[in-house]
């Protein structure tokens, strides 16, 4: 840019301090506000300026698409063209198999561009990585375990246990093999009956009643149990860098750290930023009629109980909330034998974090040879060896739960930050960013012979409200009522723990399908107020639907949790193909066009 046009003074018919800062070579108003609302400011809240708060117009970037070098839109090819220039994560740029249909013209401001994807799948139903539905791999441990080179399909496997009379030092060299197989992606083929079962049946047919089969059986080849092939693929680089914290880092010498997408909607636009953290807010998305005078501070950095803010702030262990221990005791909700990890705000976020906690690892048996089980990622840190086998097959299915959506939803990638939502959401992964914090997530799933065939992964905040965010089907048992069965239970297990709605966020042309099929209504302004006070899952042109719990006694917890819900369903309300492949879950990378034909066919 020639230095003249650099310099040139900008001229703006506005009787108001204007700030404006400058990018590369263009510049951007972050300011406008007029003087009547410049009271009792801050002395040096901005270098030049008295301001009673900074109200930030941004302009949405384009997202990056695509890592071919050449540029034939016309649009600068650096990392600027992908990414916010005040953020940036260190990863390497995902290749994406997406291209953009519509212009940055036609573009809304706010709104990523609509994409298709090059191949031309069912709507809903693209994957980045898992199979068509011709070729149909059942998502097991053992298939877990060969698709990572751990153990080899056909290869010989034995369950051994310790030999009767022998002494503890002699247990570990002494092993009697009890029975002897062949490792199958469905489970073990027993050399004795030729029949294919799931490992737990693998055990009870070697005659063992020591319910820990993964620590039992071992390869033949390495003398390894499939515990450890388990422990070992979940420390693998390709594990951990799925759950790695998102630390997300300014760049070097960015006049502004703040997120550029509203905490509540996540959509961009006009945002007041809180003084404690880089949370940002729309003033209507969290109620304000006007720009606040003085600090504004976001409800995750205040206590809970009192509304203060200050350096003895703890966060509770369920809801992420702050509060002041003085606080508790006070309210008289202070646990004194609960340890300062377990530490919750109130007592009802106490005892729902541990009935959740209670339930994770535990198969639960339904109708029809199904069983559901809710997980959540958990590090072996200071266990007994019995909780580690619990915990270690919990954290395989989550790596399973995760090929799963990741086979029903297409790649959705937070266009600020970059990072993969859905995959970000089923690991649990905890960020410094409130707005994509998902460390409270769990996920529930339904299997039947240990094959994970449906997932979703839900959250709970304060008392009464609930979310889904994501939940699928794949695609050998789509419309016969599994999403349907999983989420019926899910349901029962909040109108149990005293929740009174479920939320979830739908695309605009599923909404109907969703209050019709399965009792969802639009949000009520009640329940949009108690939003604004907890960081929801949601996506810009998202539809948020709410759903009323019926309230269930206490007393029969025990026999919802063991309910046969499948029974039950009605199969004219069964999940049709195509909208299990979009329940609940917005894919932005995906254009749906010419589906209302197939869904109405469908229907």
């Known amino acids: 840019m020639d230095s003249s046009k650099k310099n040139r003074q900008m001229s703006i018919n506005c009787n108001a301090p204007i700030i404006i800062t400058r990018y590369s070579n263009s510049y951007k108003i972050l300011s406008c506000v007029p003087k009547t609302q410049i009271l009792e400011a801050k002395p040096g809240f901005l270098k030049s300026r008295n301001m009673a708060y900074k109200l930030r117009a941004r302009k949405q970037k384009r997202p990056y698409v695509s890592c071919d070098d050449d540029d034939d839109d016309g649009h600068e090819s650096d990392s ?13 740029p995902r290749r994406s198999n997406t291209m953009i249909t519509e212009s940055s013209e036609q573009r809304r401001a706010g709104r990523p561009p609509k994409r298709t994807r090059k191949s031309t799948p069912s709507a809903g139903e693209a994957s980045t990585s898992g199979s068509t539905p011709a070729e149909y791999v059942a998502r097991t441990i053992m298939s877990w375990l060969i698709d990572h080179g751990m153990i080899i399909e056909n290869e010989k496997i034995y369950y051994v246990a310790d030999r009767e009379g022998d002494s503890d030092d002699r247990k570990q060299s002494k092993k009697e093999v009890l029975m002897k197989g062949r490792a199958r992606r469905e489970g073990v083929r027993c050399e004795c009956c030729n029949e294919v079962m799931t490992v737990w049946d693998f055990e009870t047919h070697a ?4 319910q820990r089969p993964y620590e039992h059986i071992h390869v033949a080849r390495s003398n390894s149990s499939l515990l450890q092939c388990q422990f070992e693929v979940w420390q693998s680089n390709v594990e951990v860098e799925r759950r790695t914290f998102n630390e997300i880092v300014p760049r070097n010498g960015a006049s502004d750290k703040h997120d550029d997408a509203c905490l509540i909607c996540a959509d961009g636009g006009d945002l007041i930023c809180c003084e404690k953290c880089w949370s940002t807010s729309h003033l209507k998305c969290m109620g304000l009629e006007r720009i606040p005078r003085g600090d504004w501070i976001c409800p995750y950095c205040v206590c809970k109980h009192c509304n203060k803010n200050d350096k003895d702030l703890q966060t509770c262990v369920q809801c992420d909330k702050k509060y002041h221990c003085q606080c508790l005791v006070s309210n008289k909700e202070l646990d004194l034998n609960a340890s300062g990890e377990t530490l919750a705000c109130d ?16 198969k639960h048996e339904l109708e029809g040879g199904f069983c559901w089980t809710l997980l959540q990622r958990m590090e072996p840190d200071n266990l007994d060896f019995k909780d580690l086998h619990l915990i270690t097959e919990c954290n395989s299915k989550i790596s399973l739960a995760w090929e799963v959506l990741d086979e029903c939803f297409t790649t959705i990638i937070d266009r600020h930050t970059q990072i993969n939502v859905v995959q970000s959401v089923a690991y649990s992964r905890g960020s410094n960013l409130n707005r994509i914090n998902f460390r409270g997530f769990y996920t529930a799933i339904l299997e039947k012979n240990d094959d994970i065939i449906s997932a979703a992964t839900i959250r709970v905040h304060g008392t009464d409200l609930a979310e889904m965010p994501f939940i699928g089907t794949r695609h050998l048992y789509r419309q016969n009522g599994m999403s349907r069965m999983l989420l019926v239970t899910l349901e029962s297990i909040f109108s149990v723990m005293g929740f009174e709605h479920l ?12 209050e019709g099929k399965c009792g969802f209504s639009p949000i009520e302004d009640a329940v949009s107020q108690k939003i604004t006070n907890w960081n929801t899952l949601t996506f810009p042109s998202a539809v948020r ?35 299990c492949a979009k329940l609940a879950g917005l894919d932005l990378n995906h254009e749906y066009t010419g589906s209302g034909d197939e869904e109405a066919e469908d229907k």
């Open 80 to 92: 600027s063209r992908r990414m916010d220039p005040d953020f940036t994560r260190n990863v390497r």
């Open 207 to 210: 005659g063992s009643v020591l």
């Open 347 to 362: 007592s009802h976020c106490g005892e729902v974090y541990e009935k959740l906690q209670s339930l994770v690892g535990v």
């Open 503 to 514: 939320i979830i966020p739908s695309v605009q042309e599923l909404t109907e399908m969703w």
């Open 545 to 579: 639907l709410q759903k009323a719990l019926l309230s269930t006694p206490a007393s029969s917890s025990s026999a919802v949790m063991n309910a046969d819900v499948g029974v039950d369903v009605d199969e004219g309300v069964d999940m049709v193909s195509d909208n």
